[in-house]
């Protein structure tokens, strides 16, 4: 039997998750304790951190796009053996990167961090896939639903924005600082919200799938909220970067089209209770489950990154870890809960297996652990960020003494995490389990 | 909504991110304080900073890791300044690796830390609030500095 190749993207997407968890957790503690695990020191542990992670959200994202859209969306893919290789470039730069690390080359981006050669087969990879993918959707002759618009601007600005992050190979821009923070926060600005449209746009596929019903994805509204979504995604970045001193309109363009975002916020409050009402009659598919969590977690760090996008808000939370707040409740709370859901959905679709009671009660405990200790982790991101904040204003402590009355915070942060780490692991077992199952099955 | 109508707003917002690209890398970028402070020197120690990967640890207008201090204004700083710069460096800390870097490159390091502080100021500490949100701030050298 020709076994399933997104299959294998899901696994090594876990895989990398689960790894990627446990380096951050290290990474922590090495905040609370000098010299903690020194085999890998912090230098090493933060970008493996990163990078680990990301991969995970690729990996399922890209996973996805290749079984839903032939399966789901009538269309067949246009090659099948580009995702073949695609998986192959992926795992060998993986390797590469994390080789990198470890070896201490590295290229020293933010989020980028290994040299700037393996930006290479990066690239290449998402040619591939944009390649395959708009080849097969653009046989598709009837109204694409709103999940297709999204997968493609996620795929066609990626390409375009990871490129853009490496335009500091030249002097032009490397040499000048302030163009090149500029350059960077705009690509990684927009980078992330290229992955959310591969996210979010998982996320309505599913809903539509789960409900039978694509009135949604072709609705006025939701290409509304898409065009905003977009728009948002080419402007907004400068709340990243208030504070270097650019052109000033790259400040206010930043900031008004950041509070556009209350829109998207305004609706979800509006219709939150009816919306909410229907997701619970749905409730026991685990999948659905996941994804209602996802919209909890929109709504606060909605709410807070609406409220970091203000400049006299921003001036006292840049550079503290409300900032990271912010980053870890959108890409653990929002990204990996809908990632988790496509998981939980596609598992079952190809194994053709259902989960048992047992196997389910244990992805719902894992449910409520990873979302209760989640919010504490971002409790404790806010208030250290908040009590860094209000001492580096105050400009009395040292930066040592500063840290140290952070301390607390960052060990709850540390503590949390390895109970996000066992709460994964439940929710990873049995899918991870029925995988195992179908590649050995002949 | 329309087909078409969909393309022509795709196609908008297509355009608009190449033109603002363009834009940012020109006119939005154009002015840096600091420009006089770039020196081959100061190109290799931000090279150097990228190779040690030392934003792992430090920010540079904020944006970095967290467990060391924001590296900005280290030259300008009260207190501090390029000779207790040059000790870190050389020596590291706790909490800090020793790189056991060379002369040229802690040389090429304070050269690119002296042109970062003359670029702007992180963190702002000295602040107005504006009622529509915005914030503004003297730049160091109208401070005279």
Redesign the interface.
Same mark, same amino acid.
């Given at each position: 039997m020709k076994k399933e190749i997104s299959v294998y993207f899901i696994l090594f997407a876990i895989l990398a998750l689960l790894s990627g968890v446990l380096i951050g957790i290290i990474a922590s503690f090495?905040?609370i304790i +000098?010299?903690f695990f020194n085999i890998i +020191?912090?230098?090493k542990c933060? +970008?493996l951190h990163v990078s680990l992670v990301i991969a995970w959200i690729f990996l399922v994202s890209i996973g996805g796009v290749y079984y839903y859209l032939p399966k789901y969306c009538n269309v067949s893919l246009y090659s099948d053996k580009l995702p073949k290789i695609h998986l192959w470039i992926f795992i060998l730069t993986g390797i590469s990167v994390i080789t990198s690390y470890l070896l201490?080359i590295?290229?020293?981006? $933010?989020y980028w $961090?290994f040299p700037p050669v393996l930006a290479i087969p990066v690239i290449l990879s998402w040619i591939l896939f944009g390649y395959n993918y708009f080849k097969t959707v653009f046989t598709k002759k009837d109204?694409w639903p709103v999940y297709l618009?999204m997968w493609a601007t996620g795929i066609?600005?990626f390409l375009?924005t990871y490129i $853009?992050s490496n335009?500091w190979v030249f002097?032009y821009?490397? $040499?000048?600082?302030?163009?090149d923070?500029?350059?960077q926060?705009?690509s990684n600005g927009s980078l992330v919200g290229s992955w959310n449209m591969l996210i979010y746009g998982t996320a309505i596929f599913l809903m539509d799938r789960i409900k039978e019903d694509d009135s949604i994805a072709k609705s006025?509204l939701a290409?509304?909220m898409y065009?905003l979504g977009?728009?948002n995604l080419?402007?907004n970045w400068a709340h990243?970067?208030?504070?270097?001193?650019?052109?000033p309109?790259?400040?206010?363009i930043g900031?008004g089209i950041s509070m556009t975002e209350l829109i998207i916020l305004g609706k979800l409050i509006w219709n939150w209770k009816k919306d909410l009402t229907k997701a619970l009659q749905d409730f026991h598919i685990l999948a659905v489950r996941f994804i209602v969590a996802s919209d909890v977690w929109i709504l606060l760090n909605l709410t807070l990154s609406i409220a970091l996008s203000?400049?006299?808000?921003?001036?006292f939370t840049?550079?503290t870890?409300l900032t990271?707040a912010h980053a870890m409740g959108s890409t653990i709370g929002i990204n990996t809960m809908i990632l988790i859901a496509s998981c939980l959905f596609l598992i079952p679709d190809v194994t053709k297996v259902q989960f048992n009671k047992l196997e389910a009660k244990f992805i719902s405990i894992g449910f409520w652990i990873m979302n209760g200790l989640l919010f504490f982790f971002w409790i404790a991101l806010i208030l250290a960020g908040y009590f860094k904040s209000h001492l580096?204003?105050q400009?009395k402590l040292s930066?040592q003494d500063i840290m140290l009355q952070i301390r607390p915070y960052i060990g709850v942060i540390a503590f949390t995490g390895i109970g996000i780490l066992g709460a994964m692991l439940m929710i990873f077992l049995p899918p991870v389990n029925m995988i195992k199952n179908y590649l050995i099955k002949k | /909504?329309k087909?078409n109508t969909?393309r022509f707003?795709?196609s908008i917002?297509?355009a608009?991110?190449f033109i603002?690209?363009v834009v940012?890398?020109t006119?939005?970028? *154009?002015?840096? =304080?600091? !420009?006089k402070w770039?020196t081959e020197q100061s *190109?290799q120690g =931000?090279?150097l900073?990228? =190779? =040690?990967?030392?934003?792992?640890?430090h920010?540079?207008?904020?944006?970095?890791?967290? /467990?060391?201090?924001?590296l900005t204004n280290v030259i300008s700083a009260l207190g501090k300044g390029p000779d207790f710069a040059k000790v870190i460096l050389s020596n590291g800390t !706790? *909490?800090m690796?020793n790189y056991h870097l060379s002369e040229n490159e802690i040389d090429a390091f304070i050269a690119f830390f002296t042109?970062?502080d003359k670029?702007?100021?992180?963190?702002?500490?000295d602040?107005n609030?504006?009622y529509n949100?915005?914030?503004n701030w003297k730049?160091k050298n109208e401070k005279g500095n």
């Open positions: 090495q905040f +000098p010299g +020191p912090f230098i933060r +970008p201490g590295f290229g020293g981006r $933010e $961090e109204h618009w066609f600005f375009f $853009e335009l002097p821009f490397r $040499e000048h600082l302030i163009r923070i500029t350059v926060w705009k006025r290409f509304v065009f977009l728009t080419i402007f990243h970067i208030y504070i270097v001193p650019n052109a309109w790259v400040r206010y900031y203000i400049p006299a808000i921003n001036i840049h550079g870890h990271v580096v204003l400009d930066f | /909504m087909l969909k707003i795709i917002l297509i608009s991110f603002y690209s940012i890398y006119v939005g970028t *154009r002015v840096d =304080k600091g !420009e770039i *190109r =931000k090279l900073f990228q =190779k =040690k990967n030392c934003i792992a640890c920010q540079i207008y904020g944006l970095g890791g967290f /467990m060391g201090p924001d !706790e *909490r690796p042109y970062t670029t702007g100021i992180s963190p702002v500490k602040f609030i504006n949100g915005t914030v730049d």
